[in-house]
């Protein structure tokens, strides 16, 4: 492969990696000032779709506008890397971009990216010349197949060609601000992303993340039905990843995340976090190997 290729599977990184969001707002108000590696904002935390391996529990909480413009000017030195959109949809919520305007003017300005995540369906709805004054840097599209029936059946009835068309429109509007493409692996999926790294790159789309489907068989959320089926075996991840680098010779960067490292990063962002009481449970492994 020509390109970039990152593997996430061993050593989680030391840099503090926290949440923010309805959960632990008030509980980081309370602590001292601190920098960050990154921070992955939710301004609301709900969603409009449902895909099947969903864990994250929703409610209509949001968190206010003034009182995060405080937290940004008082309990932030810096931030590496600044996330928009990681529990849940930002771009459900209107005041998505005035949320991005603050960041941008005040001491959480990201030194490195400042990165939009979003299942893209209701990118259109806001406005392309805040993000570009907010210096959006990274938009990252959450995308498992380029057949739109994949895409339907794991990621709650979205729609394929919508979700094309914005961003498309998004491109237009902000041609310097890179386009990753963010792929969970699943059997459904695990022998079609080929395609759509080929779909994404014949619109530009550079980098692509690729995430090994995880399953926490206590969370109260996820599809239970269909999740034990749709856990990789052992070796299918590492094999498509092989045949992926071994296909294309690309300038576009892949990134590898296997479910166990998504797993301890997780572990690790809830202790950086400050949650209170917040318990993942078992790992999908064990299900897993229990499954035979
Ligand atoms: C929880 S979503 C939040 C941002 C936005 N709603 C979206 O879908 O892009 C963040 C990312 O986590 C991924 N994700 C959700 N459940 C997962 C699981 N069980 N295993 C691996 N990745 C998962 C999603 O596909 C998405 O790319
Ligand atoms: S993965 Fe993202 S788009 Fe899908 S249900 Fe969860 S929050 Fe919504």
Redesign the pocket.
């Known amino acids: 492969m020509g390109g970039r290729a990152m593997y996430l599977d061993d050593d989680i990184s030391a840099v503090r990696d926290t949440q923010l969001n309805v959960y632990n707002f008030d509980t980081l108000s309370k602590e001292a000032d601190a920098s960050y590696g990154f921070l992955r904002f939710d301004p609301n935390n709900t ?1 409009n779709l449902h ?1 099947v ?4 529990h929703r409610s209509e909480a949001l968190i206010d506008l003034d009182r995060f413009v405080w937290f940004l000017n008082n309990k932030v030195v810096s931030v590496s890397t600044f996330q928009i ?5 930002p771009t459900l919520d209107r005041r998505l971009c005035d949320f991005m305007l603050a960041i941008a003017a005040s001491p959480a300005r990201p030194t490195k990216d400042l990165m939009l ?3 893209g369906t209701l990118l259109n709805k806001h406005d392309y010349d805040k993000m570009r004054a907010a210096g959006l840097t990274l938009l990252s599209v ?1 995308m498992d197949a380029a057949d739109p029936e994949t895409q339907r059946s794991l990621r709650g009835g979205m729609s394929l060609e919508r979700v094309f068309r914005n961003i498309s429109g998004f491109k237009s509007a902000c041609p310097d601000v890179s386009i990753e493409f ?1 792929c ?1 692996v699943t059997t459904a999926n695990v022998d079609k992303v080929d395609s759509l790294v080929e779909l994404g790159l014949g619109i530009g789309v550079m980098r692509y993340v690729f ?1 090994e ?3 926490y068989p206590d969370n109260d959320v996820v599809d239970h039905e269909r999740m034990p089926a749709l856990l990789l075996s052992d070796g299918q991840f590492s094999a498509m990843r092989e045949r992926l680098e071994a296909k294309y010779n690309t300038d576009a960067q892949f990134i590898f995340a296997t479910s166990s490292y ?1 797993d301890r990063a997780a572990r690790k962002m809830v202790a950086d976090s400050g949650y209170v009481g917040r318990d993942l449970g078992r790992m999908s492994e064990t299900v897993r190997r229990a499954l035979g």
């Open positions: 969603c895909c391996y969903c864990h994250n959109g990681c529990v849940m949809e995540q979003t299942n959450s963010i969970t995430r489907v995880y399953y998504l």
